[in-house]
């Protein structure tokens, strides 16, 4: 298989503590990116980054504004 294209994530780290959701508009469900982890964003839409936390690869959504430059 050969993927059409690949995105080079930007790196950025939290700024502080916030939620990492499953999908756009759900609720926390308890799984946060804490103050200084660093988070692979893939893609940006309506304020919100998805990507993974590259500790552990746990993929989601955070608010842009949480979020800063390494």
């Not at 982890?37 to 989601?60: I, K, M």
């Amino acid at each position: 298989m050969v993927a059409s294209h690949y995105a080079e994530p930007f790196v950025r780290k939290a700024k502080v503590d916030t939620a990492l959701l499953t999908a756009p508009g759900d609720a926390a469900e308890g799984e946060v990116l804490r103050a200084g982890d660093v988070f692979a964003v893939l893609d940006c839409n309506r304020g919100l980054a998805w990507g993974y936390r590259q500790s552990d690869h746990r993929v989601g959504y955070v608010d842009q504004k949480m979020l800063e430059s390494v």
